[in-house]
């Protein structure tokens, strides 16, 4: 036990509960504990007078011999509520001691009426066997007795209803004793209820003062990261800047270089061409030459050309007399060659299509997509799908039959199909 009380001293939580002059906190307690181990019932007896506690005072101050813990909190709503507690803990105290000390003045005051009816009693029986013996003064002392039993008779009923008045007032005291121990016991519950929270608050607070530290470093090493890119940053803008202008420098040292180039290239140019026109003409003066050089040969040509003339001239005036029979034909052939031309007036004018132009097949109105391609006609420029222009038509600009429309295709067949009648028709003449 003493190795317990001496480890039990320096703990700083008795600092926080015990007042310095408190019996715990000092070595008495060390060598007293011991000694209260082998107790059993410690009683504690004090003489007082009837003078003296009928002179107590109706309340009793208790703050010199409780100390309530001072738990330091922040919030000032629990403050409050330890504060109440603290003054309600108090209020029941003094309401039970104060029930305790009217407790013992009552019991005190029935003991002296008891030992007060005892002694009337006494003197009645006592001047009972008087009377007897002293029968001489028997008229004087009857009336004395007589008087004196029946104001004992009254102050004895008097008594006695007090006394049962005081034992209903004990009885009562007795339970509402009770009542304040029990109410106290639940108000001490409550206080360590309070405490623990007001300990779990303080951790709470604690490691939400640490969490916030921390919180505040991070956020203060990230403004610090910040504030390094920040410097970064303008170091590089500054870098970027100097670059810019040496680079606006060299374009334009390069655009006059480019300039001087251009110009050197245009002379250049001037002069091919000018070399160029010079080759011309003197491929024109030799061409020139030789034909001066043929001129014999040419007027030898011109003369047998005059022969073949007069000869063709002939064979002409034989061919009009033909061409008049042919007159009628050729009429019909005339029309044909203007609804030809009609026919082909709008391809004639017709333009290649941009794919990105077109949506919708021109013949058949399909809507193209991946799987549906376009294809252009090759007579009209028009973009139309697979099925549309899947008729192949020899065109004069392509050796191969080449990818056309159907209505192109059925103008192209039409065409070519009178050209093979008249060429008929020209033959059988």
Same mark, same amino acid.
């Given at each position: ?9 320096? =703990? ?45 005072? =109706? ?32 209020? %029941? ?89 029990? =109410? ?87 002069? %091919? ?58 009429? +019909? ?24 132009? =077109? +949506? ?32 192949? +038509? ?36």
């Amino acid at each position: 036990m003493r190795d317990i009380g001496a480890l039990r001293i320096p =703990v700083d939580v008795f600092r926080d509960f015990y007042e310095p002059w408190a019996l715990i906190r000092h070595d008495e307690c060390i060598g007293l504990s011991g000694a209260l181990m082998a107790l059993s019932v410690l009683d504690c007896n004090l003489a007082l007078d009837q003078e003296q506690l009928e002179n107590q005072p =109706v309340t009793v101050e208790l703050s010199a011999y409780v100390c309530l813990p001072n738990i330091p909190i922040d919030a000032n709503s629990e403050k409050e509520s330890d504060t109440a507690n603290a003054k309600s803990l108090e209020r %029941a105290l003094d309401q039970k001691n104060y029930l305790e000390q009217r407790n013992h003045y009552l019991e005190f005051k029935l003991a002296e009426l008891k030992s007060k009816m005892n002694e009337v009693s006494l003197s009645a029986l006592s001047s009972i066997g008087l009377a007897d013996a002293a029968t001489e003064d028997a008229s004087k002392v009857t009336a004395e007795c007589i008087a004196t039993t029946e104001a004992l008779e009254k102050e004895k009923a008097q008594l006695a209803q007090l006394a049962s008045e005081k034992e209903d007032s004990i009885r009562i005291l007795r339970q509402q004793l009770a009542d304040t121990k029990k =109410v106290n016991v639940d108000l001490y519950e409550k206080i360590r209820i309070v405490e623990g929270k007001c300990r779990q608050l303080e951790k709470d607070m604690v490691s939400s003062n640490k969490r916030y530290n921390h919180e505040r470093e991070q956020q203060q090493q990230i403004i610090d990261a910040l504030k390094k890119r920040e410097s970064e940053r303008e170091m590089d803008l500054e870098r970027e800047a100097s670059t810019s202008e040496m680079l606006k420098k060299e374009l334009a040292d390069k655009t006059d270089e480019y300039m001087q180039t251009l110009s050197v290239l245009e002379k250049k140019q001037e002069l %091919a061409t000018a070399n160029d026109r010079l080759g011309k003409l003197q491929r024109q003066t030799s061409e020139l030459n030789e034909k001066l050089k043929q001129l014999p040969v040419i007027k030898q040509e011109l003369e047998e050309l005059a022969a073949s003339y007069k000869y063709k001239s002939e064979k002409l005036e034989e061919c009009e007399k033909a061409l008049e029979e042919l007159g009628g034909h050729l009429s +019909v052939s005339k029309l044909k060659v203007v609804e030809l031309k009609e026919e082909l007036l709008p391809l004639s004018e017709a333009e290649w299509e941009k794919d990105g132009n =077109v +949506v919708n097949c021109k013949g058949c109105n399909l809507q193209f997509s991946m799987s549906k391609r376009k294809h252009h006609c090759r007579n009209c420029g028009s973009i139309f799908c697979n099925s549309c222009t899947d008729a192949r +038509v020899k065109l004069p600009s392509n050796a191969k039959p080449v990818r056309v429309c159907l209505h192109c295709y059925n103008l192209l067949r039409s065409r070519h199909n009178s050209s093979l009648e008249e060429n008929a028709s020209l033959n059988s003449i």
